[in-house]
């Protein structure tokens, strides 16, 4: 025989079982649906009975209501959301950054919506108009890719935003490493060691990132009286193919290079693949440094030169820098700018020709 209380908590195992809303709850506590939305919202103009906070506080935990954040948060405009464009998630450059800034943002009760771009302007447009429009607090944009017009729209509209690895004039909004001088000093340490034939595989030159780390390089060889060779000089994309088959051209010419700065790693990768396919031994015939230390540095063989790029730290300075600028208490800032280190392994060592 079902009794009254056995129908009462056979409907109460119901709601359990779906979304509890707050006319649910408010019909287990006996009160009205704004009653119980002004208690859990901390309205503290409200004068209400202990027992009926109670009571509300039991069904809470009765029918283990979950708020809806996101709903919340919206009829609040706060949706305590931020999100994060990278150009390509396949790089192993990115991981770092997106896990230190997930690791801020997740202390300061908020949460990451993650896109990749694909290094395609109108998707990296497509994503900034869907993620401001009333879905995210702020914007981390995460790309060298990131067009001017982006930057100038989101400052025009007031939208908070920080570039991660991407310096702007018009902006202090930013977290970089200086990526002149750190190209530069690679540049000092290849000489330093006897080279005198130095290539560049440089990242796309439309870039801040491919255009400072190009200077670096042509600094370097200019203190060291060092003739800049526009044949020693090939522009990549930052990707592993395009390293390939700039040593393979290098390698052809009358006088070929004992050493190559890459303007990234998996441009270094690249480079060493073809030089293992085409019998050029790394660093006897050719050394090889890249440029952000990303973790397969340490595992290839021979073991890559590189430089480390802080970036855990850049995923979390850039985090607390937006963060900031959500407060309101940053906006004057100068730009961060990070420290690198030049890590020197088996990839590289004085000419042997």
Do not use: W
């Not at 709903?71 to 390509?88: E, H, Y």
């Not at 560049?200 to 390089?217: D, F, K, N, Q």
């Amino acid at each position: 025989m079902t009794t009254a209380a056995d129908s009462k908590d056979e409907a109460r195992l119901g709601l359990r079982r779906r979304r509890v809303t707050l006319h649910d709850l408010a019909k287990v506590a006996g009160v009205d649906p704004s009653t119980v939305s002004r208690v859990l919202n901390g309205d503290r103009t409200l004068v209400v009975k202990d027992e009926t906070r109670r009571r509300i506080l039991d069904a809470v935990e009765e029918l283990q209501y979950v708020p809806n954040a996101m709903a919340r948060g919206l009829r609040r405009q706060r949706s305590q959301m931020i999100g994060l464009l990278v150009p390509d998630i396949a790089n192993p450059f990115f991981p770092e950054i997106i896990l230190g800034a997930e690791r801020v943002f997740s202390e300061a009760g908020y949460r990451l919506l993650l896109g990749n771009t694909s290094e395609d302007p109108e998707k990296e447009h497509a994503y900034v108009e869907l993620l401001r429009s009333n879905v995210v607090e702020g914007l981390m944009l995460a790309t060298a890719f990131t067009q001017d017009e982006t930057v100038e729209e989101l400052t025009r509209l007031g939208v908070p935003y920080v570039l991660v690895n991407r310096a702007h004039a018009g902006t202090s909004n930013y977290v970089v490493v200086d990526d002149r001088v750190a190209s530069r000093g690679t540049a000092d340490y290849l000489v330093g060691l006897g080279h005198r034939r130095i290539a560049h595989v440089s990242g796309p030159l439309y870039t801040e990132t491919g255009l400072a780390r190009l200077r670096g390089y042509r600094e370097g060889l200019r203190a060291a009286g060092i003739e800049y060779r526009e044949e020693y000089v090939i522009e990549g994309d930052f990707k592993e193919a395009s390293g390939a088959r700039a040593i393979e051209r290098l390698l052809k010419l009358d006088e070929p290079p004992t050493a190559l700065l890459a303007a990234n790693d998996l441009l270094a990768l690249g480079a060493m693949g073809a030089c293992r396919s085409l019998g050029v031994r790394v660093p006897q015939d050719l050394s090889i440094a890249g440029f952000n230390d990303v973790p397969f540095c340490s595992m290839v063989t021979p073991a890559l030169t590189s430089v480390r790029v802080p970036r855990l730290e850049m995923g979390m300075a850039s985090a607390r820098r937006l963060l900031d600028l959500l407060s309101g208490s940053d906006a004057l800032q100068s730009p961060i700018v990070l420290g690198t280190e030049l890590v020197v392994r088996d990839s590289t060592a004085p000419p042997s020709r």
